[in-house]
């Protein structure tokens, strides 16, 4: 299984990004597909997730009202609109994918580079 990330890029503060994962899967729709990101120095945290079969979503603290994130089945993509950029938002950003919809995630993309210039 291969998740592979894009989108990522510099942008002002403020500004808005969407982030994209293609899953190399038959269909995502049973899979807890996740956000997650990696700022220099710091261990990778949380961003949000959408859990499969229509299982909800969740989001950190840190970003809850700015991102949304939400998946096109059809198309095995989940998406990450991220809006009202800060600096702290910048990072590597990564996609991860598993079915058990519990747990550790079970594959990982490569990452994308989001940088956020104040």
């Known amino acids: 299984v291969q998740l592979v990330e894009s989108g990522g890029g510099l942008v002002q503060a403020g500004g808005s990004l969407r982030l994209s994962c293609a899953a190399s899967?038959?269909?995502?729709?049973?899979?807890?597909m996740g956000w997650f990101r990696q700022a220099p120095g710091k261990e990778r945290e949380f961003v949000a997730v959408?859990?499969?079969?229509?299982?909800?979503?969740t989001y950190a603290d840190s970003v809850k009202g700015r991102f949304t994130i939400s998946r096109d089945n059809n198309k095995n993509t989940v998406y990450l609109q991220m809006n009202s950029l800060r600096s702290d938002d910048t990072g590597v950003y990564y996609c991860?994918?598993?079915?058990?919809?519990?747990?550790?995630?079970?594959?990982w993309g490569q990452g994308t580079q989001v940088t956020v210039s104040s």
């Open positions: 959408t859990y499969g079969n229509g299982g909800g979503t």
């Open positions: 991860a994918a598993d079915a058990r919809n519990f747990g550790e995630y079970d594959y």
């Open positions: 899967l038959r269909t995502v729709t049973r899979y807890r």
